[in-house]
């Protein structure tokens, strides 16, 4: 944790006064229109901010800029050791503000404090310490080739890259996008949720006090269908870098079809699968894995397990231990360091969530754990946490992205028959599998349709882990060496020798 437990949150909160203004070429400006974005706080729906909202023609400002500054070269063509400081000096001042970060991403969006402290922060800080060390490792490439020739392959940046986040993570989605954009070299124009911007903007703040030049990361809050569509249809963006769902991430395609056929890479959403084998380890700490990978974040997680496959053999029993697990999920106040889950992002969101839990009911699921909107407290958001049994691979809540805490089990024969059931799905994010049996393990990982897998844990994994899904899930990489990678492209060089 970054913090010590006494630190009085409330009181901490009380005292912020965050920028919500856009910023466009290292200046604090106002949206043309005069347009504001309310964002709500989803524990007790007071207001956190009123956000500029940017236009069409802002959103044109910010990517011109951005364009300019890059043809400029001032952070293009900077030395690489340079680059590398001054990422080292955002990356530290983004630790110095970790208080800051975790109290306004809990304000606007509603996750817990310790959530913040324990993942969120600390995984912002690491991508931009790890891409920093990256920045003078992107190497080139120099093949063998005829005697009268000489041929280099050298890797530059794109140009511009605009970055769309979603809510769920909102520093960390975002340092995820910009660290890798920024370390190869590009200039950035940065658009986050509408529910939250606060970060994003406090991001744009500090890379500037790190020595990063003006205009060359900007940042525009605002709608995705305005702010988020200029941009991914803007003609001088090269590169639309998205997290968010796969319905919108289809959008992403579209707009770059009908503009400059810029690169897209997609981080979508999921439906991911835990395999329980009837050999899984001891099955209380296994269902507490289990319950962490689909309560942890409210449940509002691109890979939250969701679909929770039981051997047979073992179902009962371990749905008995999922249910105690469950109950160390209890909704409440998310600036108290003790609450494991807080409410979910607003109340549309909140319905929606709570359509999912009726609807399995009516398609004949069993709730072992009956999730509720907790009435006692009818101001926050919440969902409490939500087990079926008794359900089918045809049923709506084993098929769609419910993005809340709403878990489904399904009883499965053995690896043949899990396999066969977690693969069927549209989405192939990620998957866990619980077994002793270490043949089992590598067979089922190795057969699984999706880009990530855990064996024996859920969601663990460092900068060096490849972030991104197959199928309807996505396509391109955050985290790794490849994400830095796909924020470039290679040019060849052929040298004629004797010419
Ligand atoms: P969303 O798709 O509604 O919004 C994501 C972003 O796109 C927001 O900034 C939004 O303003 C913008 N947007 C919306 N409509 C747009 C449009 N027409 N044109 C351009 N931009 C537009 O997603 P969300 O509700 O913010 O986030 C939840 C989703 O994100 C879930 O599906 C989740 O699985 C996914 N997600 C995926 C990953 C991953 O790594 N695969 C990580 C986090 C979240």
Same mark, same amino acid.
């Given at each position: 944790?970054?913090?010590?437990?006494?630190?009085?949150?409330?009181?901490?909160?009380?005292?912020?006064?965050?920028?919500?203004?856009?910023?466009?070429?290292?200046?604090?400006?106002?949206?043309?229109?005069?347009?504001?974005?309310?964002?709500?706080? &989803?524990?007790?729906?007071?207001?956190?901010?009123?956000?500029?909202?940017?236009?069409?023609?802002?959103?044109?400002?910010? +990517?011109?800029?951005?364009?300019?500054?890059?043809?400029?070269?001032?952070?293009?063509?900077?030395?690489?050791?340079?680059?590398?400081?001054?990422?080292?000096?955002?990356?530290?001042?983004?630790?110095?503000?970790?208080?800051?970060? #975790?109290?306004?991403?809990?304000?606007?969006?509603?996750?817990?404090?310790?959530?913040?402290?324990?993942?969120?922060?600390?995984?912002?800080?690491?991508?931009?310490?790890?891409?920093?060390?990256?920045?003078?490792?992107?190497? $080139?490439?120099?093949?063998?080739?005829?005697?009268? #020739?000489?041929?280099?392959?050298?890797?530059?940046?794109?140009?511009?890259?605009?970055?769309?986040?979603?809510?769920?993570?909102?520093?960390?989605?975002?340092?995820?996008?910009?660290?890798?954009?920024?370390?190869?070299?590009?200039?950035? +124009?940065?658009? &986050?949720?509408?529910?939250?911007?606060?970060?994003?903007?406090?991001?744009?703040?500090?890379?500037?006090?790190?020595?990063?030049?003006?205009?060359?990361?900007?940042?525009? &809050?605002?709608?995705?269908?305005?702010?988020?569509?200029?941009?991914?249809?803007?003609?001088?963006?090269?590169?639309?870098?998205?997290?968010?769902?796969?319905?919108?991430?289809?959008?992403?395609?579209?707009?770059?079809?009908?503009?400059?056929?810029?690169?897209?890479?997609?981080?979508?959403?999921?439906?991911?699968?835990?395999?329980?084998?009837?050999?899984?380890?001891?099955?209380?700490?296994?269902?507490?894995?289990?319950? /962490?990978?689909?309560?942890?974040? *409210? @449940?509002?997680?691109?890979?939250? $397990?969701?679909?929770?496959?039981?051997?047979?053999?073992?179902?009962?029993?371990?749905?008995?231990?999922?249910?105690?697990?469950?109950?160390?999920?209890?909704?409440?106040?998310?600036?108290? =360091?003790?609450?494991?889950?807080?409410?979910? +992002?607003?109340?549309?969101?909140?319905?929606?969530?709570?359509?999912?839990?009726?609807?399995?009911?009516?398609?004949? /699921?069993?709730?072992?754990?009956?999730?509720?909107?907790?009435?006692?407290?009818?101001?926050?958001?919440?969902?409490? &946490?939500?087990?079926?049994?008794?359900?089918?691979?045809?049923?709506?809540? /084993?098929?769609?992205?419910?993005? @809340?805490?709403?878990?489904?089990? =399904?009883?499965?024969?053995?690896?043949?028959?899990?396999?066969?059931?977690?693969?069927?799905?549209?989405?192939?994010?990620?998957?866990?599998?619980?077994?002793?049996?270490?043949?089992?393990?590598?067979?089922?990982?190795?057969?699984?349709?999706?880009?990530?897998?855990?064996?024996?844990?859920?969601?663990?994994?460092?900068?060096?882990?490849?972030?991104?899904?197959?199928?309807?899930?996505? *396509?391109?990489?955050?985290?790794?060496?490849? /994400?830095?990678?796909?924020?470039?492209?290679?040019?060849?060089?052929?040298?004629?020798?004797?010419?």
């Amino acid at each position: 944790m970054l913090d010590t437990n006494d630190k009085d949150w409330h009181s901490f909160a009380a005292t912020q006064t965050p920028e919500a203004r856009l910023l466009i070429d290292g200046e604090w400006c106002r949206s043309d229109t005069g347009e504001t974005l309310p964002s709500l706080n &989803p524990f007790n729906q007071q207001l956190v901010a009123s956000i500029e909202c940017a236009s069409v023609s802002d959103v044109t400002r910010a +990517v011109t800029v951005a364009r300019k500054r890059f043809e400029d070269g001032a952070w293009s063509r900077m030395p690489p050791r340079d680059r590398v400081r001054i990422l080292h000096r955002f990356a530290n001042l983004i630790e110095s503000c970790g208080d800051t970060f #975790a109290v306004l991403d809990t304000l606007e969006m509603g996750k817990p404090i310790s959530e913040m402290l324990n993942i969120d922060v600390p995984g912002s800080i690491l991508a931009m310490r790890f891409m920093a060390e990256c920045v003078d490792k992107i190497g $080139g490439d120099c093949p063998v080739t005829a005697n009268d #020739a000489l041929h280099y392959i050298q890797r530059q940046p794109l140009g511009v890259i605009g970055c769309i986040t979603p809510w769920n993570y909102p520093t960390m989605m975002a340092a995820w996008k910009i660290a890798p954009a920024l370390a190869a070299g590009n200039s950035v +124009v940065l658009k &986050p949720a509408e529910d939250t911007s606060l970060t994003a903007l406090l991001l744009g703040k500090l890379f500037l006090e790190a020595g990063g030049p003006e205009g060359v990361f900007n940042v525009v &809050p605002g709608r995705g269908a305005v702010a988020g569509a200029a941009l991914a249809q803007s003609m001088q963006v090269d590169k639309i870098a998205f997290t968010g769902s796969t319905g919108v991430g289809r959008l992403m395609y579209e707009y770059s079809a009908r503009s400059n056929l810029k690169k897209v890479s997609a981080e979508l959403g999921g439906k991911s699968p835990q395999i329980i084998l009837k050999d899984a380890p001891d099955l209380a700490k296994t269902a507490a894995s289990v319950a /962490a990978g689909i309560f942890g974040n *409210q @449940g509002e997680v691109c890979t939250a $397990g969701s679909r929770i496959l039981v051997a047979r053999e073992i179902h009962d029993e371990f749905c008995d231990h999922l249910t105690k697990a469950a109950e160390g999920f209890r909704p409440g106040d998310p600036l108290d =360091l003790k609450t494991t889950m807080g409410p979910l +992002v607003n109340r549309a969101h909140q319905k929606r969530v709570l359509g999912y839990v009726s609807g399995a009911v009516e398609e004949g /699921a069993s709730a072992i754990v009956s999730g509720s909107s907790h009435t006692a407290s009818p101001e926050a958001c919440f969902v409490s &946490p939500t087990l079926f049994t008794d359900v089918s691979s045809d049923m709506t809540i /084993a098929k769609e992205e419910i993005f @809340g805490p709403v878990g489904a089990i =399904l009883k499965h024969e053995g690896p043949d028959h899990a396999l066969e059931l977690a693969n069927d799905s549209a989405y192939g994010l990620a998957a866990g599998i619980w077994t002793q049996t270490l043949g089992d393990a590598h067979k089922v990982a190795r057969d699984l349709n999706c880009g990530m897998v855990w064996i024996n844990g859920y969601m663990n994994g460092d900068m060096t882990q490849p972030w991104g899904g197959w199928k309807e899930s996505g *396509q391109g990489r955050d985290k790794c060496m490849d /994400a830095l990678l796909e924020n470039t492209q290679t040019k060849s060089v052929w040298v004629t020798l004797d010419g």
